[in-house]
């Protein structure tokens, strides 16, 4: 039983009920988190035992009242405490009357020695009557006027308070969850969350754990470009999917099932890399099983390949390599195991855990036996699935087609899709039209672990959306409504993706959250790569491991921030710069990236953020950039770049960088700067320009100058 059925049951707010089951130590995190049986009976227990200390609680009372109604001790000399009742009633005129009001409120009033005995009828006070407090139900986020409307109040009052909290909101403006709260306790109006669409659309259908099968696994290849990964699955597939393929290279993600007489079915995926990897998973979409690293044999362990496996390794997954072309002359299969076993994968043959198979994908040499191997990895990993529910998936890519509209290529991991169902994925919704395999073939169904295509979208869905089945068109459309709604107001405020930061590495760790600190290193060499690594995961504590999930030499790169996206982790630059368009992805994400010129400067930062005493950051604003177009000599100021300004301004006054490559080469200031043959003190954007380094005078064509001011922030923990 999930929280709000519970909380329904009861007729208890599901945001009271989460805070009732979080005193009496049950786990659960929302309205939607699931209670076992134990947590039920531990529940009931509590309620049982609060309902027997309110009825002791009542009973007092009564005992009190038994006694006042005799007293002993009179209160008047010449009247009786028991004939002053039966005088006042006498006075009355319709006396059965008044003792039933009498006993409908409240005990009769006693007199005390000070208070005189009334001549009159005794007549109760009115019982004051608790205020009736107004409860609403609403979802999030909420339009100004719809809130209005729920209140019962008028827009411009409803924009008023707004205006009162210092939220400036028009009519059509999305209010979150905490300004709605803020607004009610304004207005004394209790707010209940109503589960969303969404939700309520995924509580219908949990399914049986009785009810689970063992389904195909689903396998990604990955690996240096050119080495291999769509030959191989070519020769799994005996297809010939390279040869319609740019240039002969994977240009976009493709699923393929592939069945093993008498063993199975086994679902590849061929991606273009292991950044489409990262990104599906930095989306939440984690559909791999196990990952196949292809490596020549004639080529060995290239940079790109350390990338994939340290990708897959971040999501923890296990990784059989196979080693291709070993038919050619120059294949060396044992100096690929070598370089394997440097990097921490030692193969089963030399006394290891690493599955290493030679193959070839032209002659279909170790096919089988990399087949059996997969085979062997999804029987130990016993994958189960119940296809006897509504479908629920993650779409791999999806396009837009001329002749059939919209089309998107899906994984189902959940349940059994059929033809007439109606699905909602991303801000995208519609109804199963058609359905293809890998093949092209029409198909009626498609079960766990299968990846279709299919038609009959209303929009385009991104790579890595969940895809699931609805009760029918209209609840898929609402739903994709609701997803709009959280993207624009994100997008209005700003939000971005929380993730881990080293302001907040101390305070995670004090409330148990953070159990490993997750880092990647770049730097201008690799020496200084394994410097740093060995540095920092020295600085590991009982409390939280520190682990190095990726490592490289070279400008911080896009699958660099994806992988921190999706592991959560922090990004270590040493002498180098983020690529431009890496900062985009940093800002959208919400990536930490901390840049180092002194390596004693990250460890000291590192240490400090865990033990919560980090000094305020410095950030770098940069003022402007230029590229040399041309490089002069000159007998007195040495080699003179000849730039073009492409963004901000050059000053004489701003410190210098000059960047090669994504890779810093000199830091320091300009020894001299002119504008024709004028000196000058600034040369702003557009403008060209000679400059020189103080101290410096390798400078090339094509190299970039950054001029920036440092500016000092406190960290906040």
Not at 379 to 392: F, G, S, Y
Request: one cysteine or more.
């Amino acid at each position: 039983m999930r929280v709000h059925e519970l909380a329904k049951k009861y007729d208890i707010p599901s945001k009271d009920l989460v805070d009732q089951l979080k005193k009496l130590k049950i786990s659960v995190k929302s309205h939607m988190s699931a209670l076992t049986e134990e947590d039920l009976a531990k529940f009931e227990s509590s309620r049982t035992e609060s309902k027997k200390t309110k009825t002791d609680k009542n009973e007092k009372p009564k005992a009190v009242v038994k006694s006042a109604s005799k007293p002993t001790a009179p209160v008047n000399k010449e009247v009786k405490p028991q004939e002053a009742p039966r005088k006042i009633i006498q006075t009355e005129k319709k006396p059965t009357e008044q003792i039933k009001v009498q006993a409908k409120t409240k005990p009769p009033i006693i007199p005390t020695e000070k208070q005189d005995i009334p001549k009159k009828n005794i007549r109760q006070p009115a019982v004051p009557l608790e205020p009736v407090v107004k409860k609403i139900r609403s979802r999030f986020p909420i339009t100004v006027g719809d809130l209005a409307a729920k209140v019962g109040v008028s827009v411009s009052e409803m924009i008023k308070h707004l205006i009162g909290l210092g939220i400036m909101a028009n009519i059509n403006q999305l209010l979150d969850k905490k300004i709605v709260y803020r607004v009610a306790e304004l207005l004394d109006v209790v707010v209940e969350e109503e589960p969303s669409e969404e939700e309520l659309a995924l509580s219908q259908d949990v399914g049986d754990e009785k009810n689970l099968k063992l389904r195909p696994t689903v396998v990604t290849l990955m690996g240096h470009v050119d080495h291999g990964k769509t030959s191989l699955l070519d020769a799994i597939r005996s297809t010939n999917v390279a040869e319609k393929e740019a240039g002969r290279i994977t240009q976009h993600i493709g699923a393929h099932a592939v069945e093993i007489k008498g063993k199975g079915v086994v679902t590849f995926l061929d991606t273009p890399g292991h950044e489409a990897f990262t990104a599906m998973r930095a989306r939440g979409a984690n559909i791999t099983d196990v990952v196949v690293i292809v490596v020549a044999a004639d080529d060995g362990v290239m940079p790109q390949t350390i990338e994939a496996i340290d990708h897959a390794r971040a999501a923890e997954l296990p990784i059989v390599v196979a080693v291709n072309k070993t038919d050619l002359p120059a294949a060396d299969p044992n100096r690929v195991k070598k370089e394997l076993q440097k990097i921490g994968l030692t193969p089963e043959d030399w006394g290891g855990k690493t599955v290493c198979v030679n193959v070839s994908a032209k002659t279909k040499q170790g096919i089988d036996e990399l087949l059996e191997m997969l085979m062997l990895e999804a029987e130990l990993l016993e994958l189960k699935a119940n296809p006897n529910r509504k479908a629920e998936g993650t779409v791999i890519e999806a396009k837009i087609t001329k002749n059939r509209g919209a089309v998107a290529s899906i994984i189902v991991q959940k349940g059994t899709l059929k033809i007439g169902d109606a699905f909602v994925c991303g801000i995208a919704s519609g109804k199963v039209r058609a359905m293809h395999n890998d093949r092209g073939k029409n198909v009626k169904e498609a079960s766990p672990s299968i990846p279709v295509e299919i038609i009959g979208l209303e929009g385009v869905p991104e790579a890595g959306d969940r895809f699931y089945v609805c009760e029918d068109e209209k609840q898929a459309r609402i739903i994709a409504e609701e997803h709009r709604l959280k993207i624009r107001e994100s997008a209005t405020h700003g939000q971005i993706a929380k993730h881990i930061r080293l302001e907040n590495v101390y305070s995670k760790i004090q409330e148990a959250e953070l159990k490993e600190l997750k880092l990647i290193i770049k730097a201008d060499v690799q020496g200084s790569v394994e410097a740093l690594r060995q540095s920092l995961e020295k600085l590991s504590t009982d409390k939280v491991d520190l682990r190095v999930i990726h490592g490289g030499a070279g400008g911080i790169n896009d699958s660099d921030v994806m992988l921190a996206a999706a592991s959560d982790a922090v990004v270590i630059g040493f002498h180098v710069k983020i690529e431009p368009s890496s900062q985009r992805i940093v800002e959208k994400e919400g990536v930490d990236v901390r840049l180092y010129n002194i390596i004693y400067e990250a460890i000291e930062d590192v240490r400090s953020a865990m033990e919560g005493m980090l000094a305020p950051t410095i950030k770098e604003v940069i003022v402007g950039k230029a590229k040399v177009m041309q490089v002069f000599k000159s007998s007195k100021a040495g080699n003179v770049a000849g730039c073009r300004v492409v963004k901000g301004a050059l000053s004489r006054q701003a410190k210098a960088r000059l960047v090669r490559d994504n890779v810093v080469i000199f830091e320091g200031r300009l020894s001299s700067l002119k504008r024709f043959k004028d000196d000058v003190r600034e040369v702003l954007e557009g403008h060209e320009c000679g400059a020189s380094f103080d101290g410096h005078n390798d400078v090339r064509e094509g190299d970039v100058i950054e001029m920036y001011k440092q500016e000092q922030v406190a960290s906040k923990l």
